[in-house]
């Protein structure tokens, strides 16, 4: 499949709305607006093997961080040990079940949905074999992608760690850097993908 962007392709800024026509780019290149310097794409090489790489790395690491223990407390002899959903389910046990089921959402379903539909998008166009749902899970992976939460909670765990290592001891879990790497490559992916190549390999099939 040809990754080049055909120069007859028009593309608006989303700085100023000024159109542009595409050009093809060298690897590593990138194309700016004339008007405002707004990057519009780029030329990055490995433009899905890459992603996909990082994508099932981060699917795997979701697994991870949500079978073993995420942090284990001991506080006077008792141990306690927390999952990633711990929050969540206890925010249910205390007569906020909406709270609960937002917060599930947000660490856990969302996020899941998200590595799954680029898996449904990525695959397909690696093997050749996409077909013109890919634009529709591509859409619907953009629109969960602000409800993905995960950095804040790992933010805010961050900062609990502060307050109860002053009178608990913590033993952070497989989980715990399981959830850590899974940010980390979640951010990758989104830096390493190029949206407009993606958009236009799917596009392209309709």
């Known amino acids: 499949?040809?990754?080049r962007i055909p120069e007859h392709e028009l593309i608006a800024c989303p700085g100023c709305d000024l159109l542009h026509h595409t050009v093809v780019l060298p690897l590593g290149a990138r194309a700016e607006c004339r008007r405002c310097g707004y990057r519009l794409?780029?030329?990055k090489p490995q433009g899905i093997e890459r992603p996909l790489a990082l994508t099932l790395a981060a699917f795997v690491f979701?697994?991870?961080a949500n079978t073993f223990p995420f942090i284990a407390i001991e506080i006077q002899g008792i141990t306690r040990e927390i999952s990633v959903l711990?929050?969540?389910i206890e925010l249910y046990h205390q007569g906020m079940p909406g709270l609960g089921i937002l917060a599930s959402a947000v660490i856990f379903v969302f996020p899941l949905l998200q590595l799954a539909g680029m898996l449904t998008v990525l695959v397909p166009l690696y093997t050749d074999r996409a077909?013109?749902?890919g634009c529709?899970?591509?859409r619907f992976v953009s629109i969960l992608a602000p409800w993905?939460?995960?950095e804040i909670y790992l933010l805010g765990v961050l900062v609990s760690l502060v307050k109860l290592a002053t009178y608990a001891h913590v033993t952070l879990g497989v989980a715990f850097w399981s959830f850590a790497a899974l940010v980390i490559t979640n951010t990758w992916i989104t830096y390493s993908i190029d949206r407009h190549d993606l958009w236009r390999r799917l596009?392209?099939?309709s």
Request: hydrophobic fraction near 45%.
């Open 136 to 138: 529709k899970t591509l």
């Open 62 to 64: 979701f697994v991870l």
């Open 203 to 205: 596009e392209s099939l």
């Open 41 to 43: 794409y780029t030329q």
């Open 131 to 133: 077909n013109i749902t």
């Open 86 to 88: 711990s929050a969540a």
């Open 148 to 150: 993905s939460m995960m």
């Open 1 to 3: 499949m040809d990754c």
